[in-house]
């Protein structure tokens, strides 16, 4: 089985979970694309960065807005590889970096991610999080756990918000 961020289940509202993740080291690139070619235009580097180094694959792929039509698209790197440990990318577009712990509040959805199906979520996201008062900041991140081959209804997704406070 693929190998998963780490995470620790705080409280579950509804269909919301409050999760605080561990501390863990990403690979991103910056693609200037809509959502769905971002998608896939970013992916290509990540792994072939991944697997030209012999870097295991995990999950999620993270996918998060940072302007109008530019996206960072990211990889996990495995449990306990800091940054220390990785090459240095010939691809200078590929940053690697450290994300401290967070906590986030994470809506869970089965399906294709499509343009559409992320804006329902993402508004079923904030709603969820106005409703309970959470204090959110960010962008909402993206989260697709399963391949491309995988038919649509047995793939899990999540969208992701930061939370402040908890």
């Not at 996206?71 to 996990?76: D, E, I, P, T």
């Not at 959110?136 to 997704?157: C, M, T, Y």
Request: proline share 5%; with cysteine; hydrophobic share 40%.
């Amino acid at each position: 089985m693929t190998e998963q961020q780490k995470y620790t289940l705080v409280k579950k509202l509804e269909n919301l979970e409050i999760r605080k993740y561990q501390k863990c080291t990403m690979a991103t690139v910056e693609i200037n694309a809509d959502y769905e070619a971002a998608g896939s235009i970013g992916f290509r580097p990540l792994v072939t960065y991944i697997s030209q180094n012999n870097i295991a694959m995990t999950a999620p792929v993270l996918q998060q807005k940072t302007k109008s039509d530019t996206w960072l698209v990211s990889f996990v790197m495995p449990e306990g590889m800091q940054l220390s440990d990785l090459p240095v990318s010939p691809n200078l577009n590929i940053k690697l970096h450290e994300v401290e712990e967070y906590v986030a509040a994470v809506l869970i959805f089965k399906g294709i991610t499509s343009k559409q199906k992320i804006r329902e979520k993402e508004s079923e996201l904030k709603e969820l999080v106005n409703k309970y008062k959470l204090n959110s900041f960010g962008e909402i991140l993206v989260a697709r756990f399963d391949p491309p081959w995988k038919p649509g209804f047995l793939r899990h997704n999540e969208v992701i918000i930061h939370l402040h406070n908890f």
